[in-house]
């Protein structure tokens, strides 16, 4: 995932090693939380199915789609909380 892997990028080159990782290991935790309970995000949107999961004590949120029918979780984005795209995944 393009995301996760800039994230990490980013973080290894202006924090290092240890805070890239660490990184990593709380959104590896939420993918597994998600992979348990899909609908543990909250809704966004209008169709129902998408949802984000606000990470505690890290900047990020994960938006996903829940296909419910299938119990099928696709991660879009992992976003920091600082940019402002709420109208953008709301819209849709």
């Known amino acids: 995932m393009a995301d996760r892997e800039g994230i990490y990028r980013y973080l290894y080159k202006e924090a290092?090693?240890?805070?890239?990782?660490g990184a990593d290991d709380k959104f590896e935790s939420a993918v597994s939380l998600l992979e348990a309970t899909p609908e543990a995000g909250i809704d966004v949107g209008k169709s129902g199915e998408r949802r984000k999961l606000v990470l505690t004590k890290f900047p990020f949120i994960i938006v996903y789609t829940l296909?419910?029918?299938?119990?099928?979780?696709?991660?879009?984005?992992?976003?920091?909380?600082s940019r402002k795209v709420s109208a953008k995944y709301q819209a849709q």
């Open 16 to 21: 290092g090693l240890d805070v890239a990782n």
């Open 67 to 81: 296909k419910r029918k299938i119990n099928e979780v696709h991660i879009l984005r992992i976003l920091h909380t």
